[in-house]
């Protein structure tokens, strides 16, 4: 069973151009959460996404980020007009369906350098 | 609100040391998740433990232990006879089982074990 897939692992974007994540959850897993790591800093929580819902964006910046689960695929998170100071990681967790205990199977992470 | 406090920004020990890790943290909950995970060099999230909020048992798990105190709303982390690769990054976080449901980390504690 394959674990939480994430690409590319890096990336390198200049200012302006846009950045695309991508995150595959577990198989059998239908929630995905996106979270971001600054440099030197602890997971900061993002967004969280069902299938085709966004059910809390409360930690995605208001502006240039988007984020989506679609029926088919991977969950996208886009960064729109990058600036340095998107330069982080940021990781995907996904969950099983149903009352959650937590248990959140995060991927290796997609590293955004922007120059 | 929630938050997880780990005051210890940098450990430094000589190996086969004992180190402990704090974790405090803050919540109104009364059912939640707590968390230990590990992010060596190369930057992925390993697994260390969860502890649900009822369950008070100290842990032991190899080389490491887990101390959680509902009283003082801690949850410490502790490795025995430190290797050098213990040497990472580690991060507490909590889960709370009403409401949102995502992860909150604290800063982490980058824990270098010297030969």
């Known amino acids: 069973n394959a674990g939480v897939m994430q690409n590319p692992r890096h990336l390198v974007r200049r200012r302006g151009q846009e950045a695309r994540l991508r995150c595959s959850p577990m198989k059998g897993h239908s929630h995905v959460y996106w979270y971001r790591q600054l440099p030197e800093e602890g997971l900061k929580f993002m967004v969280y996404l069902q299938k085709e819902n966004i059910i809390d964006e409360s930690g995605m910046p208001k502006e240039r980020f988007s984020a989506e689960f679609p029926k088919e695929g991977p969950s996208i998170l886009r960064i729109q007009q990058v600036v340095r100071g998107d330069s982080a990681a940021y990781f995907c967790?996904?969950?099983?369906?149903?009352?959650?205990?937590?248990?959140?199977?995060f991927g290796p992470g997609t590293r955004l350098t922007v120059t | 609100a929630q938050k997880v406090t780990q005051a210890q920004t940098e450990i430094s020990v000589v190996e086969k040391e004992d180190v402990t890790l704090d974790c405090v943290y803050e919540?109104?909950?009364?059912?939640?998740?707590l968390f230990w995970y590990k992010q060596p060099p190369s930057g992925e999230l390993v697994f260390l433990i969860r502890?649900?909020?009822?369950?008070?048992q100290n842990e032991i798990s190899g080389r490491y232990s887990w101390n959680f105190q509902k009283s003082t709303s801690s949850f410490n982390f502790t490795i025995t006879a430190s290797q050098v690769v213990d040497s990472a990054v580690y991060f507490c976080?909590?889960?709370?089982?009403?409401?949102?449901?995502?992860?909150?980390f604290g800063q982490g504690t980058r824990l270098t074990i010297n030969p």
């Open positions: 919540t109104r909950d009364t059912t939640y998740y």
């Open positions: 502890r649900n909020s009822f369950d008070e």
């Open positions: 976080a909590l889960y709370m089982v009403q409401g949102a449901q995502k992860l909150v």
């Open positions: 967790a996904s969950s099983p369906p149903g009352v959650g205990l937590g248990e959140q199977y």
